[in-house]
């Protein structure tokens, strides 16, 4: 007879790491060849899963990126600005064709790098990736079509600086775009995450993409600030922290740059009592807790119909207690590591915040590893529209709870922070929907669903979530300049 | 007999498709590997109601699966037999027969299966028939025509005769899911038959092309744990038809498992009912034990 119990502890089912090669070091990616930084500078970059020392990345100085914003140039004079659409075209299809091809390699290493889940990488980031530049290259030979009546060119060289939750994606959005319309590229990855970017490097040098099109320069805060200040960059594009964001966008403004900023936000879940109740609690745990709340679209604060508030929490927890958090490549784990030791500080200070301000917290019975960085799943009730946590990006897998009484009040709540990035509508009922949708002031609005994206749809916030759009026509705008009448 | 319908329609709340369909989905993507998977395989076999409800069955016929449900593989007498075989009432006392002693138990289909349309007496009759023949089970189907035309109080009436013509033995409503026109009305199918006094809820015959889907079991499981959290029942849950392959299987109980929790893993709660998966699910077993997944002669079939 049977002993073994079939039980919720699944058996380990590790991805395999054997079809990724890690170089010991990696050099900066400029006028299409791997240099290293002037001076040889480099930094570590680790798994934050176990802490394990992955590579050695080139640090690129003040000097370097001169020299990649000067083979942009050049590119950009030379091959890309007068290229045609459509031959521009065959480059982005090919990228988008090796992006499928290698995605298990791409997937794989996004999760070394970033901690976050394999399945994640391999059902999200790498498909929406390879979906962004097949997108793009299909508006490359039909920018006419894009913006009819209007003759449109690019701007030349664009500097553009991402973050690292979701690095290729992001690097995705970043490129196609630029690419697509004419730009050359001076592009940033975040020090944490810098691989993955990498490794498209290779994929480009595959692709036969012209020297210097693309220039991918790693670094922290000081590499992003040269990209910024550096004089010779027609256009910036970020996609981070509101403070870092600010900053750039003083400096843009001074030199009247265009400047598109992706930043933060502090996205509300609206739970109506009319809603599907089952489906709300998943969708508002899928919300939260995807990538380890690394997300700027989390929906970090959940407000809930109070006549339903307590049977809606009491299913949370419940759902919460179910997932998996731990090792990021095993194919089951539901929450990865927290991608940095100081993003893990940044988390502890708010939640204690949070405890401090008199939030009632939760989190369920999980063991952390001891190595790497782990914060488990937490929900706090009894949550006040003044309390930090409320207002605060915490960037991590925290859920702050409030209740409200009518949709007006929902409404009110909902908009009442500095941010306006997204939303998440609960009901059954299509004009609540719509009344909402009208009047929350967030970039998305998502209806009975959420953390939906697709390169067609415009993505993007207000207030201190930035401005600007990332996908769509909308986000094609953003790399064309319609003002010259046709000269550049 | 009458019931009170205003406690299960307050729990039959809506449901959204969308969502619900994606979350069965994201459940499939659970890596069942090694220790695990033999266990699943286990365990959908003990959950199994190995199943023949032909026009053709014959005493032979139900002898042969009665003898592979008590011992599923003669050569590794480590698999376990399945929970139940079932049948119709006619062929209920050879499977009573050919079982006596072993533990597996008989469920037979009753009350005009599968459409339920006949008088109620004659259903009625037809439940107590096959408990008098011995049956532990009965599968019975809700009264789709009464439900579909919005009399909920029949259909709960009708229910709870049927829980009284079973006496003792267990009763398992059959929704017949795909006929309902979708998960709102599965919702409510389920909150009524519970209510009502079923023992299991089911979600088909077998006998329309539409039978189980992993969605409609999520709906079914979620409706039992809030009507367990409202009333304190502890209802069971049967996925009948379309479940051919293992992966399938171990697909359900991780659905389950997830939305119940893993007291439901039991026979008592969760059954498979199914003709052809306890071949694949053997197959499986010996491929964890070879490496090999062995060819269709290399089971019995029954």
């Keep these: 007879m049977t002993t073994e119990k079939f039980d919720l502890d699944y058996a380990p089912a590790l991805e395999s790491t054997a079809v990724v090669n890690i170089a010991k070091q990696y050099g900066l990616f400029v006028n299409g060849e791997f240099v290293k930084a002037r001076g040889g500078k480099t930094f570590a970059t680790i798994n934050p899963a176990t802490e394990a020392h992955l590579a050695d990345v080139a640090e690129a100085s003040k000097a370097d990126v001169n020299k990649a914003v000067k083979a942009a140039r050049h590119a950009y004079e030379t091959y890309w600005r007068d290229m045609p659409g459509k031959q521009r075209a065959r480059y982005l299809y090919r990228i988008a064709r090796q992006l499928q091809e290698r995605a298990r390699e791409f997937a794989v290493l996004e999760t070394l790098d970033g901690g976050k889940p394999i399945t994640e990488s391999r059902d999200f980031d790498l498909p929406q990736a390879a979906a962004h530049f097949f997108y793009h290259a299909g508006w490359a030979d039909k920018l006419d079509y894009a913006f009819p009546g209007r003759k449109v060119t690019s701007h030349g060289v664009v500097g553009q600086i991402t973050p690292w939750n979701f690095p290729m994606m992001m690097a995705a959005w970043k490129l196609a775009p630029a690419l697509a319309t004419g730009n050359t590229v001076v592009f940033k990855p975040a020090e944490t995450t810098p691989l993955t970017a990498l490794l498209l490097a290779e994929v480009l040098q595959d692709v036969d993409l012209p020297p210097g099109v693309v220039n991918i320069v790693t670094g922290a805060g000081a590499t992003g600030q040269a990209l910024v200040d550096h004089p010779d960059v027609d256009k910036l594009a970020f996609t981070g922290s509101t403070g870092v964001g600010k900053m750039i966008q003083r400096a843009a403004a001074a030199r009247r740059l265009p400047l598109t900023l992706e930043l933060g936000g502090k996205a509300a879940h609206i739970v109506f009592d009319d809603a599907a109740i089952d489906q709300a609690v998943e969708g508002v745990v899928k919300g939260i807790f995807f990538n380890q709340g690394h997300v700027c679209c989390a929906g970090s604060r959940l407000l809930v119909q109070e006549s339903i508030a307590e049977m809606f929490i009491e299913k949370l927890k419940r759902r919460v207690d179910l997932l998996r958090v731990g090792n990021p490549l095993d194919k089951n784990t539901d929450v990865g590591a927290i991608n940095s030791a100081a993003q893990l500080g940044r988390i502890a200070d708010l939640v204690d915040a949070g405890v401090n301000e008199g939030a009632e917290i939760y989190q369920p019975d999980c063991t952390l590893n001891k190595k790497g960085f782990w914060f488990a799943p937490t929900i706090f009730t009894g949550v006040q529209q003044s309390h930090r946590i409320a207002q605060e990006e915490i960037f991590g897998p925290v859920l702050s709870v409030q209740t409200f009484r009518t949709a007006d009040e929902a409404l009110q709540k909902a908009n009442n922070t500095p941010f306006g990035l997204s939303a998440g509508v609960w009901t059954e009922k299509g004009s609540k929907i719509l009344w909402m949708a009208d009047r929350l002031n967030a970039g998305v609005v998502w209806a009975n669903t959420y953390n939906q994206f697709d390169p067609a749809s415009p993505f993007g916030g207000y207030k201190e979530s930035g401005f600007g759009r990332e996908g769509g026509m909308q986000g094609l705008s953003a790399y064309v300049r319609t003002d010259t009448g046709g000269r550049s | ?302």
Excluded at chain 2, 121 to 135: C, F, M
Excluded at chain 2, 143 to 166: H, I, P, Q
Aim: negative net charge; glycine residues 8%; proline residues 4%.
């Design chain 2, 1 to 302: 007999m009458a019931c009170t319908t205003d406690k299960p329609l307050s729990l039959a709340t809506s449901v959204d498709q969308v969502a619900l369909e994606a979350r069965a989905k994201s459940l499939t993507t659970r890596s069942i590997k090694t220790t695990s998977k033999r266990a699943a395989l286990h365990l959908s076999i003990r959950c199994m109601d190995l199943t023949t409800l032909e026009g053709a069955d014959t005493p032979g016929k139900v002898a042969s699966l009665c003898q592979k449900a008590i011992r599923p593989d003669p050569t590794n007498l480590a698999v376990p037999p399945v929970a139940a075989v079932c049948v119709y009432p006619e062929m209920v006392d050879y499977a009573v027969a050919a079982t006596a002693g072993t533990g597996v138990k008989v469920a037979s289909v009753a009350g005009a299966f599968p459409s339920g349309l006949s008088r109620l007496s004659v259903r009625l009759d037809d439940i107590s028939d096959a408990v008098a023949r011995g049956a532990h089970e009965i599968d019975i189907v809700l009264n789709r025509s009464a439900f579909l035309t919005g009399d909920y109080n029949l259909v709960m009436d009708e229910v709870a005769a049927a829980k009284e013509a079973c006496g003792d033995a267990h009763l398992k409503v059959i929704l017949e899911t795909g006929e309902l026109g979708g998960y709102d009305q599965i919702r409510r199918a389920s909150m009524l038959s519970m209510a009502a006094g079923a023992d299991f809820i089911k979600t088909s015959t077998g006998k329309i092309p539409k039978a189980s889907t992993l969605p409609v079991v999520l709906c079914m499981a979620e409706a039992i744990r809030d009507h367990a959290e409202a009333t304190g029942e502890i209802i069971g849950l049967k996925a009948a038809g379309g479940i051919r392959t293992a992966k399938q299987a171990w697909h359900y109980l991780v659905v389950i498992g997830e939305t119940l929790g893993t007291d439901w893993l039991t026979p008592d709660l969760f059954r498979l009912g199914a003709s052809s998966l306890l071949n694949d699910v053997l197959q499986q077993l010996g491929k964890l034990d070879t490496g090999r997944y062995s060819g269709p002669d290399y089971v019995t079939v029954d």
